[in-house]
């Protein structure tokens, strides 16, 4: 199976991800896999092995003819973008989980393996462990997909399961959370759901075949949660999850969303907890799938670099076969969605209710002394008023799915050429 001489990997960045991607190697000589060389960044800091192992010059990897395969898992998305298109303008082959990076640059890292033949996987980006690119670039390649949905944040699903347990507040859980190695210490990206959103503008690249910009997705986050929201969902019989969604209207238009919603048991997200990730597919002909597996965490990762450091030996590339099939599939806010709505303080609330365009009668108290509504609201009222709806610590979640209302083309979602 193995060639006769091992694949050199050159290794750029050695923290969680690095180090777990690095021990699964060496727990699996049969691979013939061989790390010749480590970059990371800072000279004095301690680590599991000897000094000599590293440099501290990511850019002599990029220079050296005997890595045959570099692999970029450091946390600097700008850097990351300087490194992997450098590599790839080298003809080079890369594994990266930088989702970030990927998100913001994606039509031109691929736009430059086409240019000097170089690759690019990154599987390990999206959901940690769980094949999902890999799955709807390959298998799912030419199966339409009405709809792609899934929780892509473990951080944020860990506070949410812990929160339902414990019927604990958002500060709690989320300092319990980042105790156990499950949310970053500054969670924005995670509780805001920018990094969810990021995944999910990578999968519509191979699920649909469109470069989302990500800021024309909408994305709600969780910072705003309170016992109460929890509570209210479980006298639904319901569960709030991080649920981020994309699907294919029968116009043709790819609706995108990535916000709190109340899932019931009647879904397979439902019982999706703790630092979980998950992904439902609903494709045409085979049907509705679920994928569900570790999203972080150093083996998990790891495991997904792996997978894509021996698919980069065998000559594996992504097809993007949709993209070329069908190039003008384009993005719409035209959605409307029956919305939960909530803060502490009712007078915030009423004045929220006007933004959204929902009658102020709707207004409810709860136990906590806080106050909710419940009501349809146009999603492009949602998305005009998201940065206020943010700084202002409103809680949104959707209640059920989306229907769609006018179809209003956003010029956000780029044909690629
Ligand atoms: N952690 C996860 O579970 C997970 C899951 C999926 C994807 N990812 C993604 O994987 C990437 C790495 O995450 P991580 O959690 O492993 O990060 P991490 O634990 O913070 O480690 C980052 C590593 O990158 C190194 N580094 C930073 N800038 C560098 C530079 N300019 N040149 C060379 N090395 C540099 C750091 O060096 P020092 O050691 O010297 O500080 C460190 O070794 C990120 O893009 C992240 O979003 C992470």
């Given at each position: 199976?193995?060639?006769?001489?091992?694949?050199?990997?050159?290794?750029?960045?050695?923290?969680?991800?690095?180090?777990?991607?690095?021990?699964?190697?060496?727990?699996?000589?049969?691979?013939?896999?061989?790390?010749?060389r480590?970059?990371?960044?800072?000279?004095?800091?301690?680590?599991?092995?000897?000094?000599?192992?590293?440099?501290?010059?990511?850019?002599?990897?990029?220079?050296?003819?005997a890595?045959?395969?570099?692999?970029?898992?450091?946390?600097?998305?700008?850097?990351?973008?300087?490194?992997?298109?450098?590599?790839?303008r080298?003809?080079?082959?890369?594994?990266?989980?930088?989702?970030?990076?990927?998100?913001?640059?994606?039509?031109?890292?691929?736009?430059?393996?086409a240019?000097?033949?170089?690759?690019?996987?990154?599987?390990?980006?999206?959901?940690?462990?769980?094949?999902?690119?890999?799955?709807?670039?390959?298998?799912?390649?030419?199966?339409?997909?009405?709809?792609?949905?899934?929780?892509?944040?473990?951080?944020?699903?860990?506070?949410?399961?812990?929160?339902?347990?414990?019927?604990?507040?958002?500060?709690?859980?989320?300092?319990?959370?980042?105790?156990?190695?499950?949310?970053?210490?500054?969670?924005?990206?995670?509780?805001?759901?920018?990094?969810?959103?990021?995944?999910?503008?990578?999968?519509?690249?191979?699920a649909?075949?469109?470069?989302?910009?990500?800021?024309?997705?909408?994305?709600?986050?969780?910072?705003?949660?309170?016992?109460?929201?929890?509570?209210?969902?479980?006298?639904?019989?319901?569960?709030?999850?991080?649920?981020?969604?994309?699907?294919?209207?029968?116009?043709?238009?790819?609706?995108?969303?990535?916000?709190?919603?109340?899932?019931?048991?009647?879904?397979?997200?439902?019982?999706?907890?703790?630092?979980?990730?998950a992904?439902?597919?609903?494709?045409?002909?085979?049907?509705?799938?679920?994928?569900?597996?570790?999203?972080?965490?150093?083996?998990?990762?790891?495991?997904?670099?792996?997978?894509?450091?021996?698919?980069?030996?065998?000559?594996?590339?992504?097809?993007?076969a949709?993209?070329?099939?069908?190039?003008?599939?384009?993005?719409?806010?035209?959605?409307?969605?029956?919305?939960?709505?909530?803060?502490?303080?009712?007078g915030?609330?009423?004045?929220?209710?006007?933004?959204?365009?929902?009658?102020?009668?709707?207004?409810a108290?709860?136990?906590?002394?806080?106050?909710?509504?419940?009501?349809?609201?146009?999603?492009?009222?949602?998305?005009?008023?998201?940065?206020?709806?943010?700084?202002?610590?409103?809680?949104?979640?959707?209640?059920?799915?989306?229907?769609?209302?006018?179809?209003?083309?956003?010029?956000?979602?780029?044909?690629?050429?």
């Amino acid at each position: 199976m193995n060639e006769k001489n091992p694949l050199r990997i050159g290794l750029i960045g050695f923290g969680c991800v690095g180090q777990g991607f690095y021990d699964i190697v060496q727990r699996q000589p049969e691979l013939n896999l061989a790390v010749t060389r480590i970059a990371v960044k800072t000279p004095d800091k301690p680590r599991p092995l000897p000094a000599h192992h590293f440099t501290y010059h990511a850019d002599e990897l990029l220079a050296d003819p005997a890595v045959d395969v570099l692999v970029e898992v450091i946390d600097d998305a700008a850097e990351a973008f300087r490194l992997v298109s450098t590599a790839l303008r080298q003809s080079r082959r890369v594994a990266t989980a930088n989702k970030a990076m990927l998100a913001r640059h994606l039509p031109e890292l691929v736009q430059l393996q086409a240019e000097f033949g170089g690759t690019l996987l990154y599987e390990a980006a999206v959901c940690g462990s769980i094949p999902v690119v890999r799955t709807l670039d390959q298998y799912f390649s030419h199966e339409p997909l009405h709809a792609l949905s899934g929780i892509f944040n473990g951080s944020s699903n860990y506070v949410l399961t812990r929160m339902s347990e414990d019927g604990s507040d958002y500060a709690a859980a989320l300092a319990e959370a980042q105790l156990q190695g499950f949310a970053e210490t500054d969670p924005a990206l995670d509780m805001g759901a920018f990094d969810p959103r990021s995944k999910a503008v990578l999968l519509a690249a191979h699920a649909y075949g469109v470069f989302l910009e990500s800021d024309a997705v909408l994305n709600l986050g969780i910072e705003g949660i309170s016992a109460a929201d929890i509570a209210y969902a479980a006298s639904q019989g319901q569960k709030i999850k991080v649920v981020a969604s994309l699907s294919r209207l029968p116009s043709g238009h790819l609706t995108a969303l990535v916000t709190p919603q109340l899932v019931g048991p009647e879904s397979p997200l439902y019982g999706v907890e703790r630092e979980f990730n998950a992904v439902v597919l609903d494709a045409e002909f085979a049907g509705t799938q679920f994928l569900q597996g570790r999203g972080a965490g150093g083996h998990p990762t790891g495991s997904a670099v792996l997978a894509d450091v021996l698919g980069l030996r065998r000559g594996l590339r992504y097809q993007y076969a949709k993209q070329a099939a069908a190039p003008a599939v384009q993005l719409t806010h035209g959605l409307e969605l029956d919305a939960y709505v909530s803060h502490p303080d009712a007078g915030v609330l009423r004045e929220v209710l006007t933004w959204l365009e929902l009658p102020t009668e709707a207004l409810a108290s709860t136990e906590a002394g806080g106050a909710y509504a419940t009501g349809p609201v146009a999603v492009q009222q949602l998305w005009a008023w998201r940065r206020e709806l943010r700084a202002n610590g409103v809680f949104v979640a959707r209640v059920g799915e989306a229907r769609v209302t006018a179809l209003v083309t956003e010029k956000a979602a780029t044909g690629w050429a």
